[in-house]
């Protein structure tokens, strides 16, 4: 229960903080992220308003490149244009598609290996 518990939360989160976003910046601000004392959460939305969250250590620069990289890369390839992969994706489920998770994984790691080295 506490992934999904922390789903929600971090799902208001951004709600909120979007909304405050349009409220004092225009309809044209974007809310890219936020930082707490212990974690930094990285976020974009696509035209087709697809969320994707990601959450690192604080000291990571802005990640909204690598999301885009995510979006246009990974999930267009292997999800969009698979004829196999589901067309909905139940809320707080994810992706469930073996080649997005592992394209995934390759590719953060090759993000984060390259930063620290």
């Known amino acids: ?7 929600k939360l971090i799902f208001g989160t951004i709600f909120s903080l979007r909304r405050m976003a ?13 930082r ?7 976020y974009f939305e696509t035209p087709t308003q697809l969320k994707l969250v990601m959450l690192t250590d604080t000291r990571v620069g ?3 490149t690598v999301l885009y990289q995510i979006w246009a890369t990974l999930y267009v390839e292997y999800v969009v244009k ?7 994706h139940p809320r707080g489920v994810g992706v469930a598609n073996e080649l997005f ?3 995934l994984e390759s590719f953060i790691a090759s993000i984060f290996n390259t930063q620290q080295q």
């Not at 601000?29 to 936020?34: E, T």
């Not at 707490?36 to 990285?42: M, R």
């Open 1 to 7: 229960m506490k992934a999904e518990d922390d789903a």
């Open 22 to 34: 349009r409220q004092l910046g225009g309809k044209d601000d974007q809310f890219l992220s936020y």
């Open 36 to 42: 707490t004392g212990e974690y930094k959460l990285h």
């Open 62 to 64: 802005n990640m909204r």
């Open 82 to 88: 698979s004829p196999l992969a589901p067309t909905e």
């Open 101 to 103: 998770e592992g394209g």
